[in-house]
């Protein structure tokens, strides 16, 4: 764990400036089995200390790649001249943030810092499993993950706090011939908050996951293509969280509304159907922990959900303290960094629609001619809110009943029209929190979402 080298500075700290000073640790393993091979076993560790300076509408930075007193020293001297040139240059005449509440966080869950070999010698008894069970499949490859983030934050605004936030996963992908000779593939990611011996102990814990995927992965095998076009679908909750965070988060993140987002224009207005409520938690959901819990920002600020939409009306954004003040809002803790070189940025934490109160079957007979689509490899949008994801598992619905799967394809559309064609949400929540979000600095995220019924594009052959 790191040591408190950062309260002693607050003395330091310009007066009339709002301060933050970040000391930070990052560790990374990342080992993967390709047909039992060991291609690849990373370990990285990389820590150092980040200070930034407000005033007078800039920020000043500076960061060092050392995790001592001294360094911090140096850093906040540094952060605090940038600032005072930059504002004598550039000054906005905006004055000091508004001061945010006083207080302290500390969450320092077991963390138990693993030899590569726990790491390895799981993946291979797991690898084990699956070719001696399943010899038929074309390739098979295992990916065990692990990282964290550590930080001690001291901001002038009075606020300490000391956390780490570890997450582990174990990445299946199993691949098969199609019936016209080309390869089809599923994955599955599993694990999340927590260090890797909280979810993997002993591999047999994951036979009857590698036993259902080799059978979703064979079925797969005997896949149609997707009739394109304007298609009734049922989103899972994998792809109504993808929703969530890339084609209406990234929209109503509030510096990318200040650079002309089409949330800008439509706050308070209609942007889904009623039926549609969705959330930026910050440590809990729905009465649980939330798959990635953050307590605190980069900035100092208190960790507290952010409503978005409520009941299909777009009532929030995500802010720093900096848009927070710009619009007139309060700041709820959004803004992150990825490393102690980064500055903070506005970033998503737990994005997710809520459940609603439709059974899925229910969902699922109500569709003459459709799609389930179940899961996604990836997906991107842009400010305009236009996505496009890739489905990487569904099957045909037809006459209410769930049909043939389908290969590989994709899905498109505009979130706020697609979400206005919402009409059926399920009743419980699939979360997802195995990647990041890559805006300007990659982030561990959380995203979920019940089943959607709703209309989107899909594409064919």
Known sequence: MLQDIVSQYKGGFAPGASTELRAQRNLTRRLALVSGSLTTNQRTSVGGIGARVYKDGVYGFASAAELTGEAAGKVLESATANAELLARHAGRGTGALPPVAQGSETHLPEYPDLPQKVYIDYLQGLDGYIKSKYPGLESRT?????????????????????????????????????????????????????????????????????????????????????????????????????????????????????????????????????????????????????????????????????????????????????????????????????????????????TAVHPGKDRLEDMIASVDDGYYLLKTGNGQADSTGEFMFGISMGYEIKKGKIARPILDTTISGVAFDMLRSVDMVSDSVNWSSSGFCGKKQPMPVGLGGPALRCRVTIGGR
């Open 142 to 350: 295992l990916v065990a993950y692990h990282d964290s983030m550590e930080k001690l934050l001291l901001s002038s605004d009075g606020f300490f706090s000391h956390c780490l936030q570890p997450r582990s996963y174990v990445y299946i992908f199993l691949t098969a011939k199609g019936r016209d000779g080309a390869p089809v593939e599923v994955f599955e990611p599993l694990g999340g908050f927590g260090t890797f011996d909280r979810h993997f102990t002993d591999p047999a814990g994951l036979y009857a996951k590698v036993d259902e995927l080799y059978e979703l992965v064979m079925h797969k095998a005997e896949g149609v293509h997707p009739d394109a076009g304007s298609k009734t679908v049922i989103l899972g909750g994998e792809l109504a969280g993808m929703l969530a965070h890339e084609a209406v988060g990234h929209t109503v993140e509030a510096d990318l509304v200040l650079g002309g987002s089409v949330a800008g224009p439509m706050f308070g207005k209609r942007v889904a159907s009623e039926l549609v409520t969705m959330t930026d938690f910050a440590s809990t959901a729905f009465g649980k922990a939330a798959p990635l819990p953050v307590y605190v920002d980069d900035e100092g600020v208190k960790a507290e959900d952010a409503p978005l939409i409520r009941d299909g009306i777009l009532v929030g954004y995500m802010h720093n303290r900096q848009s927070a003040q710009h619009f007139g809002h309060r700041p709820l803790g959004s803004a992150r960094a990825w490393l102690f070189s980064d500055e903070p940025l506005i970033r998503m934490r737990n």
